[in-house]
């Protein structure tokens, strides 16, 4: 079992920036490959980013391509989401996601509770 918290969301303006955190507990963090996924209201679910087990290789959405990174520390069992030039169309609430069955998260098997992320205009 792995417990998932995340922290870091809130309100901000377009064009600024938040980093939101993954704080993961249970089974060992370093055999999970972890995503960041968002939902805004009234729309589906969507993948924003990922990241390998060991931190080597990191895959985004298009449209978040060049402004989020995703990063992890496996020591500290976290997993950030730094986010720069927000928009509008960011908000939407933030899931943390773990897969323990491939290097690259597809079917995540745990989730975290979410956080929110409000961009203003």
């Known amino acids: 079992q792995v417990q998932l918290v995340e922290s870091g969301g809130g309100l901000v303006q377009a064009g600024g920036s938040l980093r939101l955190s993954c704080a993961a507990s249970?089974?060992?963090?370093?055999?999970?490959?972890m995503g960041w996924f968002r939902q805004a209201p009234g729309k589906e679910r969507e993948f924003v980013a990922g990241?390998?087990?060991?931190?080597?290789?990191?895959y985004y959405a298009d449209s978040v391509k060049g402004r989020f990174t995703i990063s992890r520390d496996n020591p500290k069992s976290t997993v950030y989401l730094q986010m720069n030039s927000l928009k509008p169309e960011d908000t939407a609430v933030y899931y943390c996601?773990?897969?323990?069955?491939?290097?690259?998260?597809?079917?995540?098997?745990?989730w975290g509770q979410g956080t929110q992320v409000t961009v203003s205009s």
């Open positions: 249970g089974r060992i963090f370093s055999t999970y490959s």
């Open positions: 990241i390998s087990w060991t931190g080597a290789r990191t």
């Open positions: 996601a773990a897969d323990g069955s491939a290097p690259r998260v597809t079917t995540p098997d745990y």
